[in-house]
Every structure is written in structure tokens, then in C-alpha cells.
């Protein structure tokens, strides 16, 4: 199984382009943040732990998102192959990835780095928006819906993450500059990082992300 990693920062386009890249490929596309959202909503024993801290814009421990990962991908619609958008965030994270993936004997490890100067990210970030009912995303400063507020294809109202306000934005922005970049220099040391402009359109990325995760 392949299973391709996005490094970009929160906003990067990691979500859009895990989804498109699923679509074309027939790969499994696994959010870590989807996740972690739905266990909140649902209240289970995993959102009773981890709700407070996706509010205040930290980090869930590793200990957590290993075991999350690791039950993850064990699941038998993973085997062909599995876009993980949001893991690994920390260096911890990248080890114990690796030591997951030592049982998957057939697995091979893509990594993409979207790369997108902090300065955007935040804005991407403020203005994102999306429906509850088909998952488009909009964003009101660089794609806005053609009527206010309210979903294109089905006219219900966008929402907004808690997690995408402003205050909590800029803490996401500081977590992903001190303990998520890191890991940009620690795979391109491995010579396993493979970098793609991120200011371009979606569909230019989406055609090099395709290529690399083809030739990877
Ligand atoms: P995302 O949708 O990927 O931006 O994730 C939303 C939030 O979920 C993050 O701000 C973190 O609080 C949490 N989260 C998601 N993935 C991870 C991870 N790999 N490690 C720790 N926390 C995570």
C-alpha cells in the first residue's frame, strides 16, 4: 500500500488536494483533524479528551494520534492506498509512523511538502468556509460563493471551524512553525521530500502531486 504524507501548513490546501488526488486514484483519503472532529461531535471517550484542545489550536498528544493512526490503517479499506493529511505533525509523530508502517511489510512511504509562505496561510485560514452538506470549500476572500453565506451547489448556509477564528489561527500558525516544520529539513535529509509550489492553482498542483504520487 502507498501511503502519501502532506506537510503543507493549516491551510495549505493539504484537504483539497488529499481529496482530488483520492478521487483520481482510488485511495483511502484519512484526515487526522476529520477525525478528531467527528469523535467530538460524537462525544466519544476520544473527543471528551481531545475537544479542548482542538479548541484552543494545540496539539493532541502523540501517544494519542499513534494509536489513532495505527487503528487507522490497519482497516482493511486502506490497503490500496491512503492519503494522511494532518500526520505527521511532529517529529515524534514522523518516528512512530515509520514504526507503524514496519508492519505493513508492502507499504511505501510519499512525501509531499505543499509549500505556502506563512503570510497566506492566514488569510486561507480566516476565510475559509465550507457546507455541511457536500463538503465544498470556499474561501470569501479567494473563492467566494456566488451568493453570500450560502453553498453554490446546495444553497445551505457555510459554516466556519471554530478552529479557523482568528486567535486560533495564529496559535495553529505558531504550533505548525515550531513543531510541524521541522519535519520538512528531516525528510529532505532522508531524501524522501518532494516540494511543490503551493501558490498556484489547484488543478496545476493537483496535476504534479498526481505525477510524483505515480513516479514515488
Ligand atoms: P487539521 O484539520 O488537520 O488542521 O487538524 C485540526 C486539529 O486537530 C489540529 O489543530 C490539532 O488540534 C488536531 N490534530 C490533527 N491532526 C493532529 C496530529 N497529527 N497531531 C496532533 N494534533 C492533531
Known amino acids: 500500500m502507498k501511503i502519501a504524507v ?9 484537504g483539497t488536494q488529499a481529496k482530488l488526488l483520492a478521487e483520481r486514484f482510488g485511495y483511502l483519503h484519512i484526515s487526522t483533524g476529520d477525525m478528531l472532529r467527528a469523535s467530538v461531535a460524537a462525544k466519544d471517550s476520544l473527543g471528551q479528551k481531545v475537544q479542548q484542545i482542538l479548541e484552543s489550536g494545540g496539539l493532541v498528544s502523540d ?3 499513534k494509536d489513532v493512526v495505527a487503528a487507522r490503517l490497519s482497516r482493511p479499506d486502506c490497503r490500496k492506498g491512503v492519503l494522511l493529511d494532518g500526520f505527521p505533525r511532529t517529529l515524534r509523530q514522523a518516528e512512530d ?15 509531499l511538502n505543499i509549500d505556502v509562505p506563512a503570510e497566506n496561510l492566514q488569510k486561507r485560514l480566516c476565510g475559509r468556509r465550507s457546507c455541511a452538506e457536500c463538503g465544498r470549500i470556499y474561501n470569501i476572500y479567494f473563492q467566494p460563493p456566488r451568493q453570500d453565506g450560502a453553498c453554490d451547489t446546495c444553497g445551505v448556509p457555510l459554516a466556519q471551524r471554530r478552529d479557523d477564528q482568528e486567535e486560533v489561527v495564529r496559535q495553529r500558525l505558531e504550533v505548525y512553525a515550531r513543531l510541524t516544520e521541522p519535519l520538512i529539513a528531516y525528510y529532505r535529509d532522508k531524501g524522501m521530500l518532494n516540494n511543490v509550489d503551493g501558490q498556484r492553482e489547484v488543478a496545476e498542483i493537483f496535476e504534479q502531486l498526481s505525477g510524483l504520487l505515480q513516479s514515488e
Open 97 to 111: 509512523l515509520t514504526s507503524i508502517l514496519a508492519s505493513h511489510p508492502q507499504s511505501r512511504l510519499v512525501v
Open 63 to 65: 501517544d494519542i494520534m
Open 6 to 14: 502532506f506537510l503543507g501548513g493549516p491551510g495549505s490546501g493539504k
